[in-house]
């Protein structure tokens, strides 16, 4: 345990010293909200069911989140890894190369946790956002960031095995991860997508899952069993998926 806690602190000092995961974690979501946030306020919309614009934001944002490290940090730094021979090494240490695969996961949740909390805090002090106050909607929307975690970083695992270089593999990832996040409803709403958009983004896993945290978050209408019959089946497929096709060389 005391090897693997060295192997995560490593991980944790490399993560704060890239830049791009870091800021797309916790910059860029934040600087969304408070872009949208001063143009159109959180006063109640017509257009949001009468709720505000923040309040939509916030919970649509922390997908994006769960997003970039999931698709894009989680991914990339496996197939970097594998790449320079780093897991094949590791099959020579005590820890063994899943090691690095238990260490990579828990800096980029843990760097997804801060990302959450400090998009919450901006909203709930800058722009007065409305958070779950009962206990089953605190965790129905715990739940619903859980499970839209998992299916990101299930679908990262599938980048990083099929990926048959560190290169490939970014390119990959950067052509999952910004179609998804931007026609799914993580940044810009899919209430003012035209029609062909809309359907566009039915075929996406983030569009299901900013839907399921809107409703757990705010109690929008929303296909609850469809969302997470979506969810859950992309998980078993895309988990089983990196499973039986990831290389550790």
Known sequence: MRLLWQVVKFEARRMMRNF?????ALGFPVLMLCMFGGIYGNKPSSLFGERGTVDMSVPAYLVMV????????F???????????????FRATPLGPSALLIAQGLVNI???LMGA????????????L??????AN????????LLATLVMYALGGVVAAVAPSERAATAVANLVYFPMIFLSGATIPVQIFPSTMKAISDALPATYAVELLQHAWLGTATDVVLDVGVLGGLLVLAGAAAVR????E
């Open 20 to 24: 791009a995961p870091v800021f797309f």
């Open 66 to 73: 769960v997003s970039v490290t999931g698709l894009m940090s």
């Open 75 to 89: 991914p990339l730094g496996l197939a970097e890894y594998r790449d320079r021979k780093v897991l094949k090494r």
């Open 110 to 112: 843990a760097l997804s």
């Open 117 to 128: 909390v400090l998009l919450i805090l901006t909203g709930y002090l800058l722009f007065d």
């Open 130 to 135: 409305h958070v779950p106050h009962s206990v």
């Open 138 to 145: 605190v965790a129905a929307a715990g739940g619903t960031l």
């Open 245 to 248: 096709l990831f290389r550790w």
